[in-house]
Nanobody, 125 residues
Framework: QVQLVESGGGGVQAGGSLRLACAAS????????MGWFRQAPGKAREFVAA????????SYADSVKGRFTISRDTTKNTVYLQMNSLKPEDTAVYYC??????????????????WGQGTQVTVSS
């Protein structure tokens, strides 16, 4: 049983930084893609970033490119999302997700099999 547990959310002023963590357990994750999505009130859940567990290849949404960095610590089975230069429009619940298909990095939420419970990020202006 795969479990994903997010942490690190909170409130920050515009221009500030936060680092989210996703602790993954339940199996080995080689071949998996680990992703971060977010959902703002009244909006659909959207892709933020993803990382291929083996090799570390990454992909980012245009809205966060250059500001957010996804990384992993294979010794801790943890994926991180470093968020810098935060903007009010980054306010959302952030979800960690895992795709077991080994087909490469996908950006559609339906491609992901497992989800965390989400962590709130609030950026004030």
């Amino acid at each position: 049983q795969v479990q994903l547990v997010e942490s690190g959310g909170g409130g920050v002023q515009a221009g500030g930084s936060l680092r989210l963590a996703c602790a993954a357990s339940g199996r080995t994750f080689s071949g998996y893609v680990m992703g971060w999505f977010r959902q703002a009130p009244g909006k659909a859940r959207e892709f933020v970033a993803a990382l291929k567990w083996s090799g570390g290849r990454t992909s980012y949404a245009d809205s966060v490119k250059g500001r957010f960095t996804i990384s992993r610590d294979t010794t801790k089975n943890t994926v991180y999302l470093q968020m810098n230069s935060l903007k009010p429009e980054d306010t959302a619940v952030y979800y960690c997700a895992a795709d077991s298909s080994d087909w490469g990095i996908q950006r559609q939420r339906y491609e992901y099999d497992y989800w965390g419970q989400g962590t709130q990020v609030t950026v004030s202006s």
